[in-house]
């Protein structure tokens, strides 16, 4: 079994920061892409950032120079640095990771976290 757990959300005001961190654990052979994605209320959920092992990273439009993602890859967590944060970013933000497990056989699937809720408001 493997389980992502979030931790970090909360409520920040306009233009204040928030750091997400999301640790993987189980039996993991591997984790390749990580990365965080958002869902508001009404809307569908969307990509906000992922990275490769490798350390390459892709940002949505929306985001890009205001949030940061990073791995370490020892410890299997990925973080979602958030600065310059607006009211548009309140959502619940779920950690999003491709792992293989073995458990006789190599096995890659992809797994979710339970989600934080993100709030932006005065």
């Known amino acids: 079994q493997v389980q992502l757990v979030e931790s970090g959300g909360g409520l920040v005001q306009p233009g204040g920061s928030l750091r997400l961190s999301c640790a993987a654990s189980?039996?993991?052979?591997?984790?390749?892409?990580m990365g965080w994605y958002r869902q508001a209320p009404g809307k569908q959920r969307e990509l906000v950032t992922n990275?490769?092992?490798?350390?390459?990273?892709n940002y949505a439009d929306s985001v890009k120079g205001r949030v940061t993602i990073s791995r370490d890859n020892a410890k299997n967590t990925v973080y979602l640095q958030m600065n310059s944060l607006k009211p548009e970013d309140t959502a619940v933000y779920y950690c999003?990771?491709?792992?293989?497990?073995?458990?006789?056989?190599?096995?890659?699937?992809?797994?979710w976290g339970q989600g934080t809720q993100v709030t932006v408001s005065s």
């Open positions: 990275i490769t092992t490798s350390g390459n990273s």
């Open positions: 189980g039996s993991i052979f591997r984790i390749r892409t």
């Open positions: 999003n990771a491709l792992i293989t497990t073995l458990q006789g056989i190599l096995s890659e699937s992809t797994y």
